[in-house]
């Protein structure tokens, strides 16, 4: 084999293994981007039933604030000064923000943006929880590594609505 035939056979399994290709690796991150975004909707659409009442989400947010073995130091004052006094406005963001992260990773739109927010959202909510105990430690966490998976695998390409958007838009860094 020449020198030329090894750059060809390598141009080709990049070409094959690259996120806008679909490569034969996504089909494995589309279980992944199905389960994220099931994750979400899972834990959103019953916040639906509970908008406007804020006792639960008002006694899961005291009750981080008042953690004394909370890990992250400043966090509480922010759930405290910021998070409480405003619950309202929380209570919608969290609500339609799992929703809408959640229905666009099922269809592969708008992935990658899609997997920052839901990255944003899990790290606020390992912030604001802190450790609870050793059956909870490790949820948000372990759905942000997979939302970092699903940013830097353009996940939406292969069984998504990202494959059009991308076609439409080829420079776009969004799907």
Not at 24 to 52: A, H
Not at 58 to 65: V, Y
Not at 148 to 166: E, P, T
């Amino acid at each position: 084999m020449s020198r030329r035939d090894d750059n060809k056979l390598i141009a080709d399994l990049n070409r094959s293994y690259s996120p806008s290709a679909g490569g034969p690796y996504l089909s494995y991150i589309v279980l992944l981007r199905l389960f994220v975004g099931f994750s979400f909707l899972r834990l959103g659409l019953p916040k639906l039933q509970d908008l406007g009442n804020h006792g639960p989400m008002r006694a899961q947010i005291t009750e981080w604030a008042n953690n004394q073995a909370h890990p992250f130091w400043g966090y509480q004052e922010f759930l405290k000064e910021f998070v409480l006094p405003n619950l309202s406005v929380f209570q919608v963001l969290v609500t339609f923000g799992e929703i809408a992260v959640g229905v666009a990773l099922l269809v592969g739109g708008f992935t990658r943006l899609a997997a920052f927010f839901g990255l944003f959202m899990n790290v606020n909510y390992w912030f604001a929880s802190g450790y609870r105990s050793p059956a909870a430690a490790g949820f948000n966490e372990a759905l942000a590594v997979m939302e970092i998976v699903l940013i830097l695998a353009a996940a939406g390409r292969l069984l998504g609505l990202d494959v059009f958007l991308a076609r439409r838009f080829p420079r776009s860094p969004f799907w």
